[in-house]
């Protein structure tokens, strides 16, 4: 039984009528044990019975679902995640992916080479997730050597299912040409993808491709209304590159003060050491019309806006 829906119907039924106990043995247990999950109220004790019947077929589906609900905890599986290792481990001894991700997460603090097999493991097996990580670590050499072609390969695999960090990934290599062959039109294509999916730093390097006409006419304001939407969900180099077009009157108006604002919040979102938009925000000190009233208004807009985008105590 394929239809969720109809398993949580049928678990619906059984819980109400308490005949769970009685009933033979399901030909599915492991499609019953997703039903009882999804059904109105949840039974999450029969679909523990369930996934443990379905275990003992050896379904990886259903031993994964073991390891989630002792990984995350509930009222009828106690958080206990030497439990969750255990039934992650034998779902993945069974091939499931996901399973070789979770371990590779439940083993990335105690023990990174673990993680880092595990990980490869489902990157390899297909786990879109894993493949974006296996991406990212390569092109940031995290944990491994930078190497930007073993980067674009899995990013590249990753874009195929739609995952927006790997799409942005790759796009950014290729509009760079850094380990694959420069392609402005590519990039073009897969960052308006990601930034479809509201991916942040696709917003940003979408907007450079407009701003610059790369693989794409060239328009400013597109560009400047890209670079906002990216600042406004969290991307300090779209913070940074709105910050350009206002000091500029290039595709808004130009407005020093509305500059100050978004570099300062640029500055706010900026990581340890990276002091791009402090030493823009020098730059901007020159401007005359830039009273220090003005400046005052413009940190205070950004430390609400920082206070809205991250939930966090102004700074």
């Known amino acids: 039984m394929k239809n969720w829906k109809m398993a949580a119907v049928l678990a619906a039924a059984l819980s109400a009528s308490g005949a769970c106990a009685q009933v033979a043995i ?15 109220p949840r039974n999450l004790e029969g ?32 958080k206990n995640s030497d439990e969750a290792v255990k039934w992650y481990r034998l779902a993945a001894e069974g091939g499931h992916t996901g399973a070789m991700y979770q371990l590779a997460l439940i083993f990335e603090e105690g023990s990174p080479e673990q993680a880092r097999e595990w990980l490869r493991k489902a990157a390899e097996g297909g786990d879109a997730k894993a493949q ?28 195929a299912q739609g995952v927006a960090a790997a799409q942005c990934g790759l796009g950014i290599l290729l509009a760079n040409g850094e380990g694959v062959p420069q392609d402005f039109d590519e990039a073009f294509t897969l960052l308006t993808a990601a930034a479809a999916q509201n991916y942040p730093a696709a917003m940003g390097a979408l907007g450079l491709l407009y701003e610059e006409g790369l693989g794409t006419e060239k328009n400013v304001q597109t560009a400047a209304g890209l670079y906002r939407r990216g600042a406004e969900l969290g991307d300090d180099s779209s913070a940074i590159s709105l910050a350009a077009l206002y000091r500029d009157g290039r595709g808004v108006t130009r407005d020093p003060a509305e500059s100050w604002k978004w570099l300062s919040l640029a500055a706010l979102e900026a990581e340890e050491g990276d002091t791009d938009a402090a030493d823009l925000l020098k730059e901007l000190e020159a401007v005359p019309e830039l009273t220090a009233e003005a400046k005052a208004a413009a940190c205070e807009e950004a430390e609400k806006l920082y206070k809205q985008i991250f939930g966090e105590e102004e700074h």
Do not use: H, I
């Not at 996934?51 to 995350?72: N, P, S, V």
């Not at 991406?135 to 940031?140: A, I, M, Q, Y």
């Open 26 to 40: 399901p030909e599915n247990p492991y499609e019953l044990g997703m039903g009882y999950c999804t059904a109105e």
């Open 47 to 78: 679909a523990l019975r369930m996934f443990e019947l379905a275990a003992e077929r050896g379904d990886a589906r259903a031993l994964f679902e073991l390891g989630r609900m002792y990984g995350e905890g509930t009222e009828v599986t106690p």
């Open 132 to 159: 974006t990580e296996m991406g990212l670590s390569c092109d940031f050499g995290w944990d491994v050597p930078e190497d930007k072609a073993e980067a674009a390969r899995w990013y590249r695999a990753a874009a």
